[in-house]
């Protein structure tokens, strides 16, 4: 069965699974089968025997996270493309990659001011993209909700 990991505690060794059929699995730290350690919303394979989940394995790549979205990738998108929203697009906020793209492009009837906004939002975006670690990078960017900053 596949789901996703809700919890990990590494003092107890204990986590939680919301398996793809809507019933949540406990595990202990043993059953764990790759070398990284379990992190929430990480995409994971395993078996049922009763309400514990045993054999649990990642779904990610291995050296990856998620296997979805690079931090560096998103970086260079904003950096080169970003006041076009591209780099928004990229990590799946269409709403914050629109509303660069049409700032960006009907700027000039307003002196360019939005034009030179929207690329300066994304240069700090860069920055921030650059400095961030690959775990936050992908728990604020590519998991959580944010779009901004």
């Known amino acids: 069965m596949r789901g996703r990991i809700l919890a990990f505690d590494y003092r107890t060794g204990a986590g939680e699974i919301s398996g793809d059929d809507g019933i ?27 309400s514990q989940a045993r054999s649990i ?25 970003g006041g076009l929203g591209i780099h928004k697009f990229y990590l799946g906020k269409n709403g914050a990659g629109a509303i660069m793209l049409v700032c960006w492009i009907f700027g000039f009837a307003l002196l360019f001011l939005p034009t030179i906004a929207m690329g300066l939002i994304a240069f700090v975006e860069f920055i921030i993209y650059l400095v961030t670690s690959d775990e936050e990078f992908e728990e ?8 901004w900053f």
């Open 24 to 50: 949540r699995y406990r595990f202990a730290g043993l059953d764990w089968k790759p070398q990284q350690p379990p992190r929430a919303g990480q995409g994971v394979d395993f078996e049922v025997e009763g």
């Open 57 to 81: 394995y990642s779904m990610a790549a291995p050296g990856s996270l998620s296997g979805d979205k690079n931090r560096i990738v998103a970086a260079l998108l904003a950096f080169f493309l």
């Open 140 to 147: 604020r960017y590519v998991r959580g909700d944010r779009a």
